[in-house]
Nanobody, 123 residues
Framework: VQLQASGGGLVQPGGSLRLSCLAS????????IGWFRQAPGKEREGVLC????????YYADSMKGRFTISRDNAKNTVYLQMNSLKPEDTAVYYC?????????????????WGQGTQVTVSS
């Protein structure tokens, strides 16, 4: 099981970015994928999860209305669309899978993690 996050970069406040999580070594169709982030000096926090049946679970209210998650099983990829970005969204973003179909409520149930991709929101 491998996950590879990409798409990070430098963006101005109010801008948008789309992160990608490429899955390999397993059939993405049957599994949930979550996105997490970790800012400097802070603990890792949950962002969003998408289940195998395309149900989205937000792990924090601050992302609602700005971030959305989607999946393309044919491309083995899950996307995190981030709009109206704020400086406080600056962090390393990670994707992970609990290796089950539904999104767990807690981060501890995620078994496999990809490397992170840096997102910096700054003018």
């Amino acid at each position: 099981v491998q996950l590879q996050a990409s798409g990070g970069g430098l963006v101005q406040p109010g801008g948008s970015l789309r992160l990608s999580c490429l899955a390999s070594g397993f059939t993405l169709d049957y599994y949930a994928i979550g996105w997490f982030r970790q800012a400097p000096g802070k603990e890792r926090e949950g962002v969003l999860c998408i289940s195998s049946s395309d149900e989205s679970t937000y792990y924090a209210d601050s992302m609602k209305g700005r971030f959305t998650i989607s999946r393309d099983n044919a491309k083995n990829t899950v996307y995190l669309q981030m709009n109206s970005l704020k400086p406080e969204d600056t962090a390393v973003y990670y994707c992970a899978t609990p290796y089950r179909s539904r999104c767990p409520k807690e981060m501890k149930w995620y078994d496999y993690w990809g490397q992170g991709t840096q997102v910096t929101v700054s003018s």
